[in-house]
């Protein structure tokens, strides 16, 4: 290891310096949010660096640098424009151990800035040794997205606990299971959800009671397939889950992410084979939340359009289990995109509706005068096998024959296919083109626009990952 990692209370200690420009100011200010005692020597300084001194947050001594300076500082850092004055800084303060930081120039460093994932009062500090500081910025963005915000003030209120923890548990094994129950609690969602006053009425009753383990239900919304399109927040939960309750839609790149000895359950529901029915689910979250566990029911799209979500949510709440819900990327949103198709256009449709073709009860019937207005896109879920239906009440109430629609299967996944042509064919596509489950009818003048707007070689790339097949009528 050639640098070893310690963090430095800096609080009110003497550190220096050298230099007066930008990257002076920058180092400066890294120096200042650890409350050091920061002075410079430059014959003349920045705009910012006189504003500071002037602000008391830093002193500022106008001459060229001399050995003199070094006395009493803890560390140094050379940020001059020139050579000599670096090398000069280095070797004196190598000489009086004092260490030393000339900015960009590695083996002149006695000690190194790490890039820094900062959720005080919980710091994560990356270094390559100089090596490969992009790789390393690289690094500490991939954790910054994995490392939720939260972090902070959860550490922040179970530091503020150690004491009563430490008076309540006087053996190190009591306080070390102690923390594990509060970390596997919702103490940690209440914190999440910016609750901080439950969070801490939560510990106070967990110090004080033996506790039990306490489960929890995350209703997580997975987007339609493409799992870029996963929230931070559904990947940090599926992650953190003991239990994954999933439905076929969920795509199988999406699953690939999940908590990798989470224990995983299969409750898909395919049109007619309805392998799990719902109220055996909606049991099934109660009980496995009931027996401690942190349960992820996960759901394509959104859960709460189409997804059966607000029905789940229901029997947890009634039930009083804790819970969170995340949005996810409806199917409408997420295929009208990847097929270049906007849902509104100024010149084409002034609203959208969000449709089902398939009703709870057989024989209830949609608004179809409503849905065959002008100037509106439908979006129809599960609308494949209700296709010829669908058209023929359009076509019924006024919608003309040559209205665009746009079929989109698999849509944002690798295999995304796209059929476009009119409303008067629209059954007549489905059965041609052999559209298979899960697909998306989007019926309106915008979907039109999917020739000119989809991404055709270098034209608009809506995604990395989707290359869609375009199948025109
Ligand atoms: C039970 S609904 C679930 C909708 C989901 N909750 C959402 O917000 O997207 C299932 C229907 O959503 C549509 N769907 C979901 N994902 C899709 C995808 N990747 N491509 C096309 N349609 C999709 C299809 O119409 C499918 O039959």
């Keep these: 290891m050639q640098y070893l990692p310690i963090f430095t209370k800096l609080d009110n200690k003497p550190v220096l310096v050298v230099g007066g420009g930008e990257v002076a100011l920058r180092k400066c200010r890294a120096f200042l949010k650890a409350r050091a005692q920061v002075t410079l020597v430059a014959p003349e300084f920045c705009q910012q660096l006189t504003e500071l001194a002037e602000q008391g947050e830093v002193s500022l001594v106008h001459d060229y640098f001399n050995e003199q300076h070094l006395n009493g500082m803890m560390l140094v850092i050379a940020a001059t424009d020139l050579d000599s004055v670096n090398s000069q800084v280095f070797e004196l ?99 999440q959800t910016g609750n901080t006053d439950a969070a801490n009425e939560q510990l106070e009753l967990l110090l004080n009671a033996k506790p039990e383990p306490e489960g929890e239900v995350y209703v997580v919304g997975a987007g339609p397939g493409d799992p870029e399109l996963l929230t931070l927040k559904a990947l940090q939960l599926m992650q953190q889950a003991d239990v994954v309750v999933y439905d076929f839609l969920v795509s199988d790149e999406i699953m690939e992410l999940v908590r990798r000895d989470a224990e995983l359950i299969c409750v898909g529901k395919r049109l007619g084979d309805h392998s799990v029915v719902q109220d055996d689910t909606n049991q099934m979250l109660v009980d496995l939340a009931k027996q401690g566990k942190k349960v ?14 607000g029905e789940e949510v229901q029997v947890l709440a009634a039930n009083k289990v804790n819970y969170q819900i995340v ?132 034209k608009i790339q809506t995604s990395s990952f989707a290359q869609p097949i375009t199948d025109v009528a």
């Design 93 to 191: 303060a190598n000489q009086r151990n004092i260490f030393v930081n000339v900015v960009d120039d590695q083996p002149r460093c006695t000690f190194i800035f790490p890039s820094i994932v900062d959720r005080d009062p919980i710091t994560i500090a990356i270094s390559s040794a100089g090596t490969a500081p992009v790789l390393a910025r690289r690094l500490r963005e991939k954790l910054e997205t994995l490392i939720p915000q939260h972090i902070g003030p959860l550490a922040t209120l179970v530091g503020s606990f150690r004491n009563k923890v430490k008076q309540r548990f006087s053996h190190f094994a009591d306080r070390r299971q102690f923390w594990e129950t509060v970390f596997d609690s919702s103490v940690v969602s209440k914190v």
């Design 296 to 309: 992820c029911r996960i759901k394509g799209g959104d859960p709460f359009i189409y997804g059966r979500g």
């Design 327 to 458: 949005p996810g990327i409806t199917a409408a949103a997420g295929c009208s995109a990847y097929a270049g198709i906007p849902l509104t256009h100024r010149d084409h449709a002034q609203a959208i509706q969000f449709v089902t073709g398939h009703c709870k009860q057989d024989g209830q019937e949609l608004d179809w005068p409503s849905l065959a207005k002008p100037n509106q896109t439908l979006a129809i879920y599960m609308g494949v096998i209700k296709s010829p239906h669908i058209q023929a009440q359009l076509l019924k109430y006024g919608r003309g024959a040559e209205t665009p629609v746009a079929i989109i299967e698999n849509g944002t996944r690798k295999n995304q296919r796209v059929v476009t042509g009119q409303l008067g064919e629209l059954a007549d596509l489905v059965s041609r083109h052999s559209i298979i489950s899960p697909a998306l009818l989007i019926i309106g003048e915008v979907a039109s626009l999917h020739q000119q707007l989809a991404w055709f070689g270098d």
